[in-house]
């Protein structure tokens, strides 16, 4: 909060201090001002006006209003531009008297330009990639509560929403919460979090008020991005305080949970105020603050991925059906992780209608994932930016971002975000030919907790698993003495009986005991608890997510084209180091011993600052041939990772326009994925299943690499053991189910990318048509495996096998059956899958404008991963329905200042899989709609509109939250006082 208050102090301090300044530059100076209108009279907002041969610009409010000041020497030419429109321009003589200007209507694309997919301007139709680009009017214009919502309707993207606070975009294929392989960028700054690993872009970016436009491209952009795009990536674009000045106001009343919702009717509000003014063209600032806050979607899906049938669940065991599942593994419930062979006891020893049977696999009964996570949130977002022209094409600026957050959302298992903050500090200095940008990133995870372990502490607390399973032995043996033996008909209900007894004592949800004990576990940084094994840990064990990080990136871009002459050339370079405080329980001093790691040192810190570093440069080459109708494009760059050896990444591209309505294309290019922080360097201890980075030093000492075997074939192993009494004897004689796992040591993620497309107007420039198809090939794709090593001995000996029973989780003494065991140690590791994978697809879409404003468009997307003939360490997730799409019908002005937007999205159902959750999510559709409602004298818009307007309840992804309908009113004041430049 601190430097909140300092940074905006010197925000302040600026205000009051440029127009003393300023008065000073104004002599000489005046105003030109006027209204821009439509072919049918009507006002525009956001017409770019502009002088020409300059950077003196300001953009029309929302009554059409304009005004720009500039010291320019008259007579000069202005230039009107708004989307939709041909551009004006207009000459000007003198400065007295105000000017009425009106467009004509066109193509809403035709002219319009995109800086995204080339690193600097050029027209859409002509763009070497595939590009979405959502300008203001078609953000105002969608359904959704928020500008953000808007991404859910471009062709290709599909969205992921983890929380009201949280969504995150991704594009073709591989899909997942916390998208490493998608770029969030706003104004060029990275919102990936960086010791999180989720992009942030609507948690933390603009507010409703000073988004200008949304860039999108799907696909792989490594090669003028770096090692996060290779998915693709968005860019919004703010609001330029030269062009948009005054204040603005925005309030949002909405409404969710309604119907047959557990949580009933919930308001959720949200408020915005944003204030920019400029003087002279020369000095200019702008302010943002906006608060929202709500009840969150929940997620309580409970569809058992563990049925009795499965080898990791009971089928000796048929009467152990639906509910009374003792293996049962729910969605959204935690502690009962029997796929994760954790939290489970082996019942041995009993006889069922008269018959010995196997071990009884019986899961602990954990805690639901709604009675563990408050649903209210909050989302504070704050941004202040001060602009100066040390030139009239030279500005240079610093831009603070502050943004707090509530929320959930899946890495390897669900985080309850609670008070969680970033902050950024931006410097940029922007010139005609060149760009330099650094910007530090901070941030802090408040009072966020991961729910797993604390689920796991909940339970463990109440009793061991082992005293845990005695009980529930003892409890189900004398039913079977109370009710003449244990039978078919009755093993259900003695299972209900015997778990209700092992559970006696335990803390309920919504009782005084459970809020206690639930707020000193998420109040605790070590989620181990404490047992004969670890007597230092905590008696309740703990579950509090503190991460602490900076980091720091500079980067600049020089176009060299005016000096080159020949072709286009544009270069640029970067660099960015990450610094993460160590905490002991996520992120650890590495050059400590392996037994101090999670201990605090007598200064209360957990060591040295963990450090990771990339560095890139690149070069683009751009020239035109047979009169500019063939365009090529040629990239390279290369990436450095001190922990791996340098990448280059090619972009070939072409773009033929076979008129200026026609435009083809075909792209090649190659990208690399270095792994994140979290994936390169974690350090997690979370259910005594420790999760390691991918970095290989990270192995020494604890041997997962080459001394392990894999999670399924344990499960597997040790579910034929059981059947055949759990022996020694039997667990040798099936070893040969033990699969080794000889996991390579980690390497960059490769993707080779091809693409051909086609972006046309056709119809007397009424239809809009775009185009794509693709194909991917990755290799070394990063995902994470679980597996067992064998404390103190090789894989392939005896002791190894043995150690791999499930009742050897932790060293064992011998006994007359079964001999002693050191145990095992269960690692979850980042490592690259050792397939190559195949994807493609093709999306199309078209628009269609027609009688009085009305337009109508779609888009449809195929996506697809090939089928692979052998298995793999890991499942890679492909997490995508092949086929989706969504219509849109509407009409920006049905009547005067009346507008209307109705839009249907539809999704196929697909298969989820991820180490958290695997199952099928149901096919998708829902309408939205929105009505309009201007008043311009008053500079006010009125807002009526629902997302699923039917209130069809789903879920975006297996494990997510359940989505149902959302309705709002809001009420936007944009442009008062915008009055005239000083």
Do not use: C
Request: aromatic share 12%.
């Amino acid at each position: 909060m601190k430097a909140i208050i300092n940074s905006f102090k010197l925000i302040a301090l600026f205000i009051f201090l440029v127009p003393a300044i300023s008065h000073a530059q104004l002599n000489g100076s005046y105003i030109i001002s006027g209204i821009v209108k439509d072919d049918h009279g009507q006002r525009l907002l956001g017409t770019t006006v502009s002088i020409k041969g300059t950077t003196n610009s300001t953009a029309s409010d929302s009554t059409g209003k304009f005004s720009l000041t500039t010291s320019v020497k008259l007579p000069f030419t202005l230039i009107f531009t708004a989307v939709g429109f041909q551009p004006q321009e207009f000459f000007v003589k003198n400065a007295n008297s105000a000017l009425n200007i009106q467009l004509s209507s066109q193509s809403l694309l035709i002219n319009e330009v995109v800086v995204t997919a080339s690193r600097k301007e050029e027209k859409l139709l002509r763009s070497p990639v595939a590009i979405e680009k959502l300008i203001i009017n078609a953000l105002k214009q969608s359904p959704g509560p928020s500008f953000y919502d808007a991404l859910e309707n471009v062709k290709g993207v599909q969205m992921t929403t983890t929380s009201i606070t949280l969504k995150v975009p991704n594009t073709r294929g591989f899909n997942s919460p916390n998208n490493f392989r998608f770029m969030q960028l706003v104004d060029g700054v990275d919102m990936q979090s960086a010791t999180l690993g989720v992009p942030l872009g609507n948690a933390i970016g603009p507010t409703e008020l000073d988004i200008a436009s949304i860039e999108i491209t799907p696909g792989a952009a490594a090669a003028l991005y770096g090692t996060n795009a290779i998915n693709g990536l968005s860019n919004l674009i703010t609001k330029d305080p030269f062009k948009y000045q005054g204040l603005s106001f925005y309030h949002r009343e909405g409404i969710n949970h309604v119907g047959n919702d557990p949580l009933g009717a919930s308001t959720l509000t949200e408020d915005a105020l944003r204030y920019a003014k400029a003087w002279n063209d020369k000095f200019a600032f702008k302010l943002n603050v906006s608060y929202m806050q709500g009840k969150d979607w929940q997620s309580d899906t409970r569809n058992d991925q563990n049925p009795y049938y499965l080898k990791t669940a009971n089928p000796g065991f048929p009467a152990l059906t639906g509910t009374s599942n003792a293996a049962y593994d729910g969605w959204n419930k935690y502690g009962d992780d029997a796929l994760a062979g954790s939290n489970t006891v082996v019942v041995k020893g009993l006889t069922v209608d008269g018959k010995a049977m196997p071990g009884l696999t019986v899961a602990r009964t954990g805690y639901n994932e709604v009675d563990l996570v408050n649903p209210k949130v909050t989302n504070l977002k704050l941004d202040g930016t001060l602009s100066y022209k040390l030139t009239p094409n030279t500005i240079l600026s610093y831009t603070y971002r502050y943004g707090r957050l509530d929320g959930v959302f899946q890495r390897g298992n669900k985080i309850s975000l609670q008070g969680a903050t970033v902050q950024n500090h931006k410097v940029e200095l922007k010139g005609k030919e060149f760009l330099v940008r650094a910007y530090e990133s901070i941030e802090n995870t408040g009072n966020s907790f991961n729910v797993k372990p604390l689920a796991d502490n909940l339970d463990l607390f109440h009793a061991s698993n082992s005293v845990w399973g005695t009980t529930f032995k003892n409890a189900i043996t004398s039913y079977g003495a109370a009710n003449g033996g244990l039978t078919t008909a009755n093993f259900a209900a003695a299972e209900q009986a015997a778990r209700a007894a092992a559970d006696a004592g335990r803390v309920v949800p919504g009782t005084q005991a459970f809020n206690a004990l639930r707020k000193t576990i998420i109040g605790i940084n070590n989620w181990d608890i404490k047992s004969s094994l670890i007597p230092n840990a905590p008696a309740t064990g703990g579950a509090a997510l503190v991460q602490k990080s900076h980091m720091y990136n500079a980067e600049g871009q020089w176009d060299l084209t005016d000096r080159v002459k020949v072709v286009d050339l544009l270069v640029g370079a970067d660099v960015r180091v990450y610094s993460i405080t160590p905490d002991g329980n996520n992120f650890v001093d590495f050059s400590r011993p392996i037994a101090d790691r999670n201990t605090a040192l007598a200064d209360g810190t957990f060591g040295k600052d963990v450090i990771y570093k990339k560095y890139g440069a690149f070069t683009q080459v751009t020239k035109t041939f047979f009169d500019e109708k063939l365009k090529l494009f040629g990239s390279i760059r290369w990436d450095y990772n001190p922990y791996f050896d340098p990448k280059f990444t090619p972009r070939l591209a072409a773009v033929y326009t076979l008129n200026e309505n026609h435009n083809f294309r075909f792209t090649f290019q190659n990208g690399y994925r270095f792994p994140s922080l979290f994936e390169a360097l974690s350090y997690v201890n979370n259910g005594r299943v420790k999760r390691v980075g991918s970095l290989p030093f990270i192995n020494d000492g604890l041997g997962y690499l080459g001394n392990s075997y894999t999670q399924t074939s344990v499960a597997n192993f040790n579910s034929v053991v059981n059947a055949a009494g759990g022996t020694d004897q039997a667990a040798l004689a099936n070893k040969n189910l033990l699969k080794v796992a000889d996991l390579p040591p980690a390497r960059p993620e490769q993707i080779t990318s091809y693409e051909v497309g086609y972006k046309g107007i056709i119809l007397d420039n009424k239809v809009f048509i775009d185009v794509d198809a693709y194909t991917n090939r990755y290799d070394g794709f990063l995902g994470q495996v679980q597996v067992y090593v064998p404390n103190g001995v090789q894989v392939g000996s005896n002791a190894a096998v043995l150690a791999m029973l499930d009742v050897n989780r932790d060293p064992t003494t011998g006994t007359s059956s079964n001999a002693a065991s050191q145990g095992q140690a269960r690692y979850r590791v980042y490592t690259n899958a050792k397939n190559i994978y195949h994807n493609y697809g093709s999306s199309a879409g078209i628009s269609y404008n027609f009688y009085k404003r009305y337009t109508v468009s779609g888009n449809v997307s195929f996506n697809k991963l090939k089928a692979q003939t052998t298995s793999d360490i890991f499942v890679t997730g492909f997490n995508t329905p092949q086929w989706s799409g969504n219509v849109s019908f509407g009409n920006r002005e049905i009547a005067k200042n009346v507008g209307f937007n109705i839009v249907y999205k539809w999704q196929q159902a697909y298969l989820w899989e991820s180490p958290l959750v695997t199952g099928n999510v149901p096919a998708i559709g829902t309408f939205d709609a929105q009505v309009t409602y201007r008043v311009p004298a008053y500079y006010a818009t009125f807002k009526v509109g629902a997302t699923d307007i039917l209130n069809k309840r789903y879920y975006q992804y297996a494990g997510g939250p359940t989505i149902g309908g959302l309705y709002y009113v809001s009420v936007t004041l944009d442009g008062l006082l915008a009055g005239k430049n000083n």
